[in-house]
């Protein structure tokens, strides 16, 4: 009965691949976010679609993009890996794209770029 | 700017004792929400409690309450009676009309026995 689940948790991956991170949630949620955290536990969106919708687009290099087949998916592809995007990063949902919505986070993907 | 200000770092408190954490935020939104969520060491993050900026009433959710000063732009949470469990990192979060959440830096809270 997980609300907002990511595949995989853990990413160990060299500089130059490409990996994907898969964001789900079964919550019914029209909008769903990407978000990265740093060392410093520093959050910062980077994307965020409202029924499959980009609505949010902020400067985040373009080697990462993201794709929503459906409104409950939103998966995150990221290309030529640089050390730099190590971190955390989050997916979360909400019930719309309002500012008072409540948003929910999935577990997190902690990404390690060596 | 838009900004959110948590000027504790780090605090130390003692079990069963009350504890605030402090935020103010900076935004030029005439509707907006704040938000509070924890993320303890295992790193998800999770949400305690939301006051939308007409709400009259402080948001109170069990030992969370969020105490809001609309004119000094403060929504501080306020946790009673600390248990060891309430150790995490804690964001305090405001909701623009761009569809964007603002983060503060974050407090660490350890809780001592």
């Known amino acids: 009965d997980t609300a907002v689940s990511q595949t995989p948790k853990y990413l160990v991956t060299q500089m130059g691949n490409d990996k994907s991170i898969k964001c789900e949630q079964n919550l019914g949620h029209d909008t769903m976010y990407w978000y990265k955290q740093d060392s410093k536990k520093f959050l910062k969106i980077m994307f965020s679609?409202?029924?499959?919708?980009?609505?949010i687009n902020e400067t985040v290099p373009n080697r990462f993009s993201p794709k929503s087949p459906d409104k409950a998916h939103l998966n995150l592809h990221i290309n030529s890996l640089e050390l730099g995007d190590s971190a955390v990063y989050f997916c979360?949902?909400?019930?719309?794209?309002?500012?008072?919505?409540?948003?929910?986070f999935g577990p997190g993907t902690r990404l390690l770029v060596l | 700017a838009q900004k959110i200000t948590q000027t504790q770092p780090g605090m130390f408190v003692q079990e069963k004792e009350a504890v605030t954490l402090d935020c103010t935020y900076d935004t030029s939104d005439p509707s907006y929400g704040l938000f509070w969520y924890k993320q303890p060491s295992s790193g998800e993050m999770i949400f305690l409690i939301y006051q939308g900026s007409y709400d009259q009433q402080n948001a109170t959710e069990g030992r969370y309450s969020l105490n809001f000063q609309k004119a000094r732009k403060s929504a501080n949470l306020v946790i009673s009676a600390s248990q060891l469990g309430d150790s995490a990192m804690y964001f305090c979060a405001v909701s623009l009309s761009n569809y964007q959440l603002i983060w503060g830096a974050g407090t660490k809270l350890i809780i001592k026995p």
């Open positions: 679609y409202n029924n499959k919708e980009l609505i």
């Open positions: 979360a949902s909400s019930q719309a794209k309002i500012a008072q919505e409540t948003q929910y």
